[in-house]
C-alpha cells in the first residue's frame, strides 16, 4: 500500500526530539494511517514468520521489537488526543478502529509459527545476556497469557473477546466523557456562592463563561471542579445535587447507559480467563504481578480496612455532632462529609486551605518536582518554546542528565477542559530504548486543574500538589529509563509495582525543606508561614480514614466482580451494592468510584481486577521513604543512585521483588503502609 506523502502521521517527524507534528494533524488523517501502518506491520510480522534461517534472537526477537514502528506511533499520537482533547470525530474512529487493533495485535500473540520461533530461543535463553534473556521470557509470557498454543477453536474465540472487549473499553470512557460534558451547574444567585473561596469562584466565573454564560458562576464534574465545591459550598441542596451527577456518570438511562457494557465486560473477561486455564479473571490477571493471587491482594486490603473503618465511623460520629451543632437535624450523607471534614480539620488544625492554596501555585509546585529530580537524580529541565504540541495549553521542556546530555522530551497539559478525559495519568509519545540506535523517550503528564482567572496563577489545593508530584513520579520512570529494548523501557513494568516509583516520589512534596523553598504566595512570594507549615504536617494524617475507606472499598469490589467464575446475567451496580454491604461500608461515605463510572477497569483492562494495586505499591513506597528518612538525609547520594539504578532507570529488567530488594537491602515491610497511614498499633 502506497502512503500518502501530505499525511503528517506517516511522514517523517523533524522537529525537535523528533516529536509528532500536531499542529499539522488532523482527524482525516487517522484512518489512512492507521490503514498503511496496520498492512505494513502485517508485512513485518509476515517477514519473521517466513524467514527461512533457524530462529534466532535477532531474527525473531528483535525482529519482533522492529515490527510496527509506524503503526506504534500513530496509535500514541491517536490515543492521546482521544484521551486529552477528544471529540465526534475521533470518538468514531475509536469505535470504529480498537476492535480492528485489538485484532492486529492478538493476531500476532495467536500466531503458532511466531510462537514455535520464540519457543525455540526461549529453550536457549542462558545463552543470552541477563537483558536479552528477560526479553525473551517476557515475549514468551505475552504468547502464552494470549493463547498461544491453544487449539484452533480455542484461539479463534478469545480473538472475538479480544476485539469485543476493545470495543466495550471504547465505549464505556466514550460514555463517561458524555456524561461529565452534559452536565453543568450553574450558580445562579448569591445564596448559591455561600462558603466558596475567592479562588474558587474565579475558577467558577470561567467556567461559565467558557460554558457560555459570561457573567455568572459554574461547577461541572471534573474533580478539579466538584471536590473544592463539596468541601466548602454551604448550600447542601446543591451538594447532593452535585454529588448525585458525580455518582450517575455512566449510568443514566439512555444512549450513555453503562451497564449492558459492564455486564458484557465482566462476562467476556470470565470467559477469556476460563479459555486460559484459569477460575476466573482476577487469577489471570495477577498471576503476572508480585501479588501472584487475589488472596493476597484481598490479605493487604483486609490489613487496612479493618481499622480504617473503625476510625471512619468515630469520624463520622464526630461529624455528626457537628450537624447538630449547626442547629441541623439531618442525618450525615456523602454529599456532607467533604464539608464538615474540613471545617473540623480546620477546628483541629487551625488549618486554612485557601492560604495553602495561595502558596502553592502551578508554576512553584512544577518548580518543586523539577527540583527534587534534580537533588535525587541530577536531571535538568529547560522550557523549550520551538516544540509542536497537542493543545494551546500544552508545555514542553527538555530533559538532560548530570553531565548535561538530553535523555528525554518531556511535555505537560495540567488544565481541564471539556474535551479532555478526567483525571491524570502519564503517557508516553515514545519509549527509551537503544538496541537499534540511541532512541530517547517523550513523556507526557495530562492533568485536570483548574486555571487561575485572568491574569491569575493556577491555584492548587494539596492533594492537587500531590498528583502533580505523583504523575510526574511516573514521568520519571519513562524519562530516566535507561535499557536496551523498548518492551522492557520505562513503565512497562508489573501493574502493582509502576505505581511505587509515582508514590515514593509524592513524599518529598511535604518535606519541610521543599514546602520552605517553593511554597511561596503566588502575589507576594513570601514562603509559607510556619504556623501553617505545622498545621499541615500536623494534619498529615487527617482524612486518611475517609482516604482509606473510599479507596479500599472500589478495590474489594473490582476483585470481587472479577474473581466470579462465570458472571452469567450480572447486573454490576447491584453487585457492587451487596458486596458494599457485605463490607459493612459506612453510608456516610461513598466509593471513590462508582462502577458506571470506574474507568480503571472497564475502559481498558489497565487496572482491571488490580485496582489494589495503588495500595500495594504505597506499602512499597512508604517502606521506601523511611530509608531515605532513617538515613537523615531525604536526598541521600548512595539510597538515590540505588534508587535511580534498580528501579527508575531499570524498566522491566528485573523481577519487581529483586528491583525492589536490589534498592531497599531487603523485601518490603507492610509496617511502614500502617504507621503511614495513622493505623499502626
Known sequence: MTADPENPLLAEWTGPFGAPPFSAIRAEHFRPAFAVAVE?????????????????????????????????????VFFHLVGADSNEELEAIETEMAPKLAREHQATYLDDVLFQRVELIYAARDELDAEARRLVERYRLAFTRAGAGLDARRKARLAEIGERLASLGASFGQNVLADEKAFLLRLESPDDLEGLPPEFLAAAARLAQERGYPGGHAVTLS????????????????????????????????????????????RLRAEKARWLGYENFAQFRLDDTMAKTPAAAKELLDQVWKPARAQALREAAALQEMVVADGRNFELMPWDWRYYAEKRRQALYAFDEGALKAHLPLERVIAAAFHVAHRLFGVSFEERRDVDLPHGDARAWSVSDANGA???????????????????????????????GPVLPIVMNVMNFARGGAGEDSLLSHDEARTLFHEFGHALHGMMSDVDYPRLSGTHVARDFVEFPSQLYEHWLDEPQILREFA??????????????????????????????????????????????????IDVPTFEARELAALEMPAQIAPRHSAPHFQHIFSGEGYSAGYYSYLWSEALDADGFEAFKASGDIFDPALAERLKRYVYAAGNTRAPDEAYAAFRGRAPSTEALLRKRGFAA
Open 520 to 569: 511561596r504566595h503566588h502575589r507576594t512570594g513570601a514562603p509559607m508561614p510556619e504556623a501553617l507549615l505545622d498545621a499541615l504536617n500536623a494534619a498529615r494524617r487527617y482524612g486518611q480514614a475517609f482516604a482509606t475507606v473510599e479507596f479500599a472499598a472500589c478495590a474489594f469490589v473490582d476483585l470481587a466482580l472479577h474473581g466470579v467464575p462465570d458472571p452469567g446475567e
Open 406 to 436: 538530553p535523555i528525554a522530551l518531556f511535555i505537560g497539559d495540567y488544565f481541564a477542559r471539556p474535551s479532555k478525559h478526567s483525571g491524570a495519568w502519564m503517557s508516553a509519545m515514545r519509549d527509551q530504548s537503544r538496541f537499534n
Open 223 to 266: 474533580r478539579s471542579s466538584f471536590e473544592p465545591f463539596m468541601q466548602f459550598s454551604a448550600r447542601r441542596d446543591l451538594r447532593e445535587k452535585l454529588f448525585r451527577a458525580f455518582v450517575a456518570r455512566g449510568a443514566n438511562p439512555g444512549a450513555h447507559d453503562n451497564r449492558a457494557v459492564m455486564a458484557e465486560t465482566v
Open 40 to 76: 505494513r506491520r502485517k508485512e513485518d510480522i509476515e517477514a519473521i514468520r517466513n524467514n527461512p534461517a533457524p530462529a534466532d534472537f535477532a531474527n525473531t526477537i528483535l525482529a519482533l521489537e522492529r515490527a510496527g514502528a509506524e503503526l506504534d506511533r500513530v496509535e500514541r
